[in-house]
Nanobody
Framework: QVHLVESGGRLVQAGDSLRLSCVAS????????IGWFRRAPGEDREIVAA????????FYADSAKGRFTISRDNTENTVYLQMDSLKPEDTAVYYC????????????????WGQGTQVAVSS
């Protein structure tokens, strides 16, 4: 069992930056790919970014390309999502999710989920 806990979300202004953290416990995170997903009010959950177990492969949604950076520190069992140039449309609850080794972009492929952290971007 992998237990994931997100943190770092808060209210910011458009153009600001935030770094979200996803800390894992229970298993060695180095065996897991981690995806960051988000769900805005009234919208479906969507993938934002993902990173494979070794950090040799990453994925970014079009909305995140050029603004967000996913990274991991397996020694700290933590995956980060650096979000720059935030926009009001980035407002959502952000979740991290884990699956063994390889990136997938579909939420149903991820077995372990955190409880989410709220990001709100004011204009």
């Amino acid at each position: 069992q992998v237990h994931l806990v997100e943190s770092g979300g808060r209210l910011v202004q458009a153009g600001d930056s935030l770094r979200l953290s996803c800390v894992a416990s229970g298993r060695d995170l180095s065996h897991y790919a981690i995806g960051w997903f988000r769900r805005a009010p009234g919208e479906d959950r969507e993938i934002v970014a993902a990173i494979n177990w070794s950090a040799s492969n990453t994925f970014y949604a079009d909305s995140a390309k050029g603004r967000f950076t996913i990274s991991r520190d397996n020694t700290e069992n933590t995956v980060y999502l650096q979000m720059d140039s935030l926009k009001p449309e980035d407002t959502a609850v952000y979740y991290c999710a884990g699956r063994l080794f390889i990136i997938e972009t579909t939420s149903s492929e991820y077995r372990y989920w955190g409880q989410g952290t709220q990001v709100a971007v004011s204009s």
